[in-house]
């Protein structure tokens, strides 16, 4: 009696070790996931910044267009604004696609340890339970 009862609390105690190294486990998942997350905002806002930085250069290129007045001044400013917007424009959208990619896969990344961290948590409660249950 007294070996099945000690195998018992032994096998009681082996249980709850297992069951704190597991939320040990989850807690550093979180904290990935907490990282992972932090990363995506990061490259959220990075995507936010390049926008207003859009909105900037489009409105001084408006201005610098509003402020030409004389016929030869407008034709040699035309073409020179012309090719610095083609220059900015192409920087831009090089930066946009780059962020877009970023953002993109910040969010593939995120979904899918999300997905894994959500699978692998519910193999260990139904781990628990079946442990519990014996």
Known sequence: MKSVAFESNIRAVEVENK?????????????????????????????QDSLNTIKELRDEIQIKDSRITEKDEVESRLVSMT?????????????????????????RTFNSRVEELTNATKKQITIYKAILSK
Do not use: F, M, P, W
């Not at 040990?24 to 990282?35: F, M």
């Open 83 to 107: 090719e610095e917007n083609h220059v900015l424009q192409t920087k831009l959208a090089a930066r946009l696609a780059r962020i877009d990619a970023l953002n993109d896969e910040s969010e």
């Open 19 to 47: 069951v704190v190294a597991l939320e040990k486990l989850l807690d550093q998942e979180k904290q990935c996931c907490k990282s992972e997350i932090d990363e995506h905002n990061k490259t959220k806002q990075l995507y």
